[in-house]
């Protein structure tokens, strides 16, 4: 059974980085390297937005995440990596982990709250 396993999230003043990971447990490792990973999150009060995807045609990122996010993929580990950098309190919120294999089913992490404020 596939799980994705986030870890990372915490709180920061603005300005602050964090480290967010996701490792794709009972996944085999060719499934993996062949998925797209990647990160969406939901502010309060606000719908699930796209932060960034990461496939073997390249990566989508969001405006807001432009200069500032990084998306590392670790294929071995099975560990997919978002370096958030420059936070603002706009970027709060619960991030979630996703990935969808070649012919699918997608998959959600569970979340993990990110809180900036100062």
């Known amino acids: 059974q596939v799980q994705l396993v986030e870890s990372g999230g915490g709180s920061v003043q603005p300005g602050g980085s964090l480290k967010l990971s996701c490792r794709g447990s009972g996944m085999i490792l060719s499934t993996f390297t062949a998925s797209t990973m990647g990160w969406y999150r939901q502010a309060p009060g606000k719908q699930r937005e796209l932060v960034v995807l990461s496939s073997r045609s390249g990566t989508t990122m969001s405006d807001s995440a432009k200069g500032r996010f990084t998306i590392s993929r670790d294929n071995t580990r099975k560990t997919v990596h978002l370096q958030l950098n420059n936070l603002a309190p706009e970027d709060t919120g619960v991030y979630y982990c996703?990935?969808?294999?070649?012919?699918?089913?997608?998959?959600w992490g569970q979340g993990t709250q990110v809180s900036v404020s100062s």
């Open positions: 996703y990935a969808l294999p070649s012919g699918g089913p997608e998959y």
